[in-house]
C-alpha cells in the first residue's frame, strides 16, 4: 500500500509529459456518383470485360476513391489475368461475383492482398467492388457487380466503379458467363492483348 500512494506525483509527471493529443483524422469526402471529367475522359480507366456469351460489359473505374484497388484491377486486367475467369457466383436480383482463376471462390492473384479503400460511393445497379472476406483488408483479384441497389453493403466493401454499359446483355439474370478477354481497350480497336459468401462475405 505504501508504494502505491509513493506514485501519484511520478504518473502526473508522465501524464504532463505527454505530446498534445492529435486531432482525429477528417472522414472521407463525399464523392459524386459521376467521375471527375479528367478520369471519365481517361480510357484506361475504362475496362472492357468480353464475355463468353458475346457481351461486352463496361466499368468505369474511379481511382479517386480507391486508386490501389483501381491500379489492382488494371494490373491484372493488362496481363490477362482475368481472360478465362468466370462470374463463379450469380445471385439473380443481387450480384455476380468474379475475378477468381480457380472458380471456386477462395482464390486470387499471387500480389499482395489490399488495405480496404472504403468510400462513399453507394452499391447501386452497376455498382462494381472488391470482393473480401470478413477481414477487410483481404480483397486481392476478386470483384462483383450489382444487381440491384443494397445500402447494407456501403461502407463496408470496396467500390471501384460501375458498369457504364453491358449489364443487360452480358449479365442479364441466370447468366454465368466467364471473362474471355478484358482490358482497357475494346476488343475491336486493340491490338493485342490489352487487356458471395452471403452479403457480409462476398468473396467466399
Do not use: W
Not at 472476406?133 to 476478386?142: E, I, L, R
Not at 446483355?169 to 487487356?195: D, E, F, I, Q
Amino acid at each position: 500500500m505504501k508504494a502505491l500512494l509513493a506514485l501519484p506525483f511520478l504518473a502526473f509527471a508522465l501524464i504532463a509529459a505527454k505530446p498534445a493529443p492529435q486531432p482525429a483524422a477528417a472522414a472521407p469526402a463525399e464523392l459524386d456518383i459521376n467521375p471527375p471529367a479528367a478520369i471519365a475522359a481517361d480510357p484506361n480507366n475504362h475496362l472492357h470485360l468480353q464475355l463468353s456469351n458475346g457481351g461486352t460489359v463496361t466499368i468505369q473505374l474511379r481511382p479517386d476513391a480507391a486508386p490501389n484497388s483501381v491500379q489492382r484491377i488494371q494490373t491484372l486486367a493488362s496481363q490477362g489475368f482475368y481472360n478465362g475467369t468466370p462470374f463463379h457466383r450469380v445471385i439473380p436480383g443481387f450480384m455476380a461475383q468474379g475475378g477468381d482463376p480457380t472458380g471456386t471462390g477462395g482464390g486470387g492473384s499471387k500480389l499482395p492482398n489490399l488495405k480496404a479503400e472504403f468510400n462513399s460511393l453507394p452499391h447501386l445497379r452497376g455498382t462494381v467492388a472488391m470482393a473480401r472476406t470478413d477481414d477487410p483488408d483481404t480483397a486481392n483479384s476478386q470483384f462483383y457487380i450489382m444487381y440491384a441497389p443494397n445500402i447494407s453493403l456501403d461502407g463496408k466493401y470496396t467500390v471501384v466503379g460501375r458498369v457504364t454499359s453491358g449489364m443487360a446483355a452480358g449479365l442479364g439474370a441466370k447468366r454465368r458467363p466467364s471473362v474471355s478477354r478484358s482490358g482497357s481497350l475494346p476488343a475491336s480497336s486493340s491490338p493485342s492483348r490489352a487487356t458471395e459468401s452471403s452479403a457480409s462475405q462476398a468473396r467466399s
